[in-house]
T-cell receptor
Framework: AQSVTQPDIHITVSEGASLELRCNYS??????LFWYVQSPGQGLQLLLK??????LVQGIKGFEAEFKRSQSSFNLRKPSVHWSDAAEYFC???????????FGTGTSLTVIP | KAGVTQTPRYLIKTRGQQVTLSCSPI?????VSWYQQTPGQGLQFLFE???????NKGNFPGRFSGRQFSNSRSEMNVSTLELGDSALYLC?????????????FGQGTRLTVV
């Protein structure tokens, strides 16, 4: 069965510091992986996605993620965090039928000045 | 273009009542999915509709149902509300129902059951 694990419930970083959010997945075939961000009271916005090809994918807002099949990971990174990046981040894998997503439990990011 | 629109944004209902939530997908999108978001369970898939047909269903009781109309607008209904149904209900629309198609989420309907 498909599943996604985000080990870090909450992360605090200083503005300007680098960021890495961890995501591990369990999936039988080649996964379709996504990172979404949710600001308070809002829906989810897609940051980036990985289907195949280059394992380092670039997204919006300066985010990137690297797919590592050997580690079953899809970690999200940003070299320099801005205060506006404070939000909840969700990693997700698409199921093998239709367009159903399995989400991780999310990582809440706090950015301190 | 307009995004995914969910109405109403906030709703307060009493235990035992029923509720209907509405989702208007992005124009041209034919796939609509629903998710329940709670602090304890996170984001859980409810069901997906494509061309008025339910394609997938999550592990929720029969009190949760949905439908999709010919214009792709979707509604979900929860009958005999329980306190545990309090959640943010998110709707997502996609152009097609193919695996991995980008999904666009609405802002959600915050349902509170008292």
């Amino acid at each position: 069965a498909q599943s996604v694990t985000q080990p870090d419930i909450h992360i605090t970083v200083s503005e300007g510091a680098s960021l890495e959010l961890r995501c591990n997945y369990s999936y039988g075939a080649t996964p379709y992986l996504f990172w979404y961000v949710q600001s308070p009271g809002q829906g989810l916005q897609l940051l980036l996605k990985y289907f195949s090809g280059d394992t380092l994918v670039q997204g919006i807002k300066g985010f990137e993620a690297e797919f590592k099949r050997s580690q079953s990971s899809f970690n999200l990174r940003k070299p320099s965090v801005h205060w506006s990046d404070a939000a909840e981040y969700f990693c997700a894998v698409a199921a093998n039928t239709g367009n159903q997503f399995y989400f991780g439990t999310g990582t809440s990011l706090t950015v301190i000045p | 273009k307009a995004g995914v629109t969910q109405t109403p944004r906030y709703l307060i209902k009493t235990r035992g009542q029923q509720v209907t939530l509405s989702c208007s997908p992005i124009s041209g999108h034919r796939s609509v999915s629903w998710y329940q978001q709670t602090p304890g369970q996170g984001l859980q898939f409810l069901f997906e509709y494509f061309s008025e047909t339910q394609r997938n269903k999550g592990n929720f009781p029969g009190r949760f149902s949905g439908r999709q109309f010919s214009n792709s607008r979707s509604e979900m209904n929860v009958s005999t509300l329980e306190l545990g149904d309090s959640a943010l209900y998110l709707c997502a629309s996609s152009l097609i129902d193919r695996l991995g198609t980008e999904a666009f989420f609405g802002q959600g309907t915050r349902l509170t059951v008292v």
